[in-house]
């Protein structure tokens, strides 16, 4: 079935998804320290409304993570923004993978700021939606894919940065792999309440430079698909 571009009506929203909630979402983002004007600036734009059920549509521009169902959420604006500034800090990156597509909006944002992105979720009925979502958005960029993200996508690799949208305890050695020596790395690392934002900056010559960048709360990442 063939799915057709938004209209705007539908992607400017109205009331509590309107340019003026995003704006005051814009704000926040900027008080709470995030710098990066381009990345404030997609999130300001990007119809965060359009990635969840319509029944949550009042709190689409609120700063908090929301359910999507199949016991997945769609991060925080600040989580999110904070990872994609993090991913740009040395740079815009050609090309970048993401694991754990969910909703489809960290992707989203991520399509609007660099040439091409590959999204893997390992849960069909979301990437379904997501899917959907991209080609309403017109994001003719994002190639996505039905498979374990924890194996990346190796027959595209090397990869200039790396995103993971689940924490686990440690970073899959199959995605470190499919990084090139200098690319960025953005993750959750460790346990439920004890998770943290970790950067790891490849240093040329097969290390790579770690930097926390505070607490974090994501689901777990997963093997398999489901």
């Known amino acids: 079935m063939s799915v057709y571009p938004l209209p705007p009506s539908a992607l400017q929203g109205e009331g509590m998804t309107s340019q003026r909630a995003r704006d005051r979402l814009a704000a926040q983002l900027r008080e709470a320290g995030i710098t990066d004007a381009r990345v404030i600036e997609v999130l300001r734009e990007l119809p965060r409304h359009h990635f969840i059920d319509q029944a949550m549509h009042a709190r689409a521009y609120e700063n908090t993570a929301l359910p999507i169902g199949h016991g997945q959420t769609i991060s925080q604006p600040w989580v999110v923004a904070r990872m994609t500034e993090a991913l740009l800090e040395f740079g815009v990156p050609g090309k970048v993978l ?129």
């Open 98 to 226: 993401e694991v754990g597509t969910g909703s489809g909006y960290q992707c989203a944002v991520l399509a609007k700021l660099v040439p091409q992105v590959y999204t893997v979720e390992r849960i069909e009925e979301l990437l379904r939606q997501a899917r959907r979502r991209f080609r309403q958005l017109g994001l003719a960029e994002v190639r996505s894919r039905y498979d374990d993200g924890k194996l990346g996508w190796p027959e595209e690799a090397p990869f200039d940065a790396i995103i993971l949208t689940a924490a686990g305890d440690t970073i899959p050695a199959a995605l470190l792999a499919q990084l090139r020596p200098d690319g960025v790395l953005v993750a959750p690392v460790g346990s439920p309440g004890q998770q943290v934002l970790m950067r790891l900056k490849g240093d040329g010559e097969g290390g790579f430079i770690r930097e926390e960048l505070g607490p974090a709360s994501f689901v777990p990442l997963l093997s398999g698909i489901g």
